[in-house]
């Protein structure tokens, strides 16, 4: 999936998982400041306004 910087996006259920096993805290939803590839993945920087993480696309839905 291919997002923009804007794009407002929320994560999925197995990015929380994997965020609470990394001890950082997940974020639910937010918008996409940053775009880049990492190894060949797409990936986005989301913020929600409180924190900002590092999220591979494969993790994020656009939200409409």
Known sequence: MKL???DRVKTTSDYCHLAYAGGGSPIQNGVVCQTRTLYG????VVDDGK?????LN???TAIK
């Open 4 to 6: 923009h910087i804007g």
């Open 58 to 60: 494969n993790y994020l």
């Open 41 to 44: 993945h797409e990936s986005a």
């Open 51 to 55: 924190h900002e993480r590092f999220i």
